[in-house]
């Protein structure tokens, strides 16, 4: 079982950053992959960033160039640097963990999922 825990939300103006983190408690030695996902009222869930065990990183077109995702040293942790945010970045952010090396961009693909936290950019 895989706990997630995600910090680092809030209030930011347009143009402004923020860095999302995401803690993983994991009782077994498997390698999980990590994604980041995004829900705005009234919209689906949807992919925002993915690293898999070895580092290789993937993102959704309307963030490139302005998040990053990364992992802790220890690989049980993750983060999504959030540079030149925009009012349309507005959402509830999700860390995942998926049982695989492999990352992906699918919801369902993922294991385990953390609480949420509230990301808002102001116009």
């Known amino acids: 079982q895989v706990q997630l825990v995600e910090s680092g939300g809030g209030l930011v103006q347009a143009g402004g950053s923020l860095r999302l983190s995401c803690a993983a408690s994991a009782r077994t030695s498997s390698r999980y992959s990590m994604g980041w996902f995004r829900q705005a009222p009234g919209k689906e869930r949807e992919f925002v960033a993915a690293?898999?065990?070895?580092?290789?990183?993937y993102y959704t077109d309307s963030v490139k160039g302005r998040f990053t995702i990364s992992r802790g040293n220890a690989k049980n942790t993750a983060y999504l640097q959030m540079n030149s945010l925009k009012p349309e970045d507005t959402a509830v952010y999700y860390c995942?963990?998926?049982?695989?090396?492999?990352?992906?961009?699918?919801?369902?693909?993922?294991?385990?999922w953390g609480q949420g936290t509230q990301v808002t950019v102001s116009s």
């Open positions: 995942a963990a998926r049982s695989s090396w492999d990352a992906s961009s699918r919801s369902y693909e993922y294991d385990y």
């Open positions: 690293i898999n065990w070895s580092g290789s990183t």
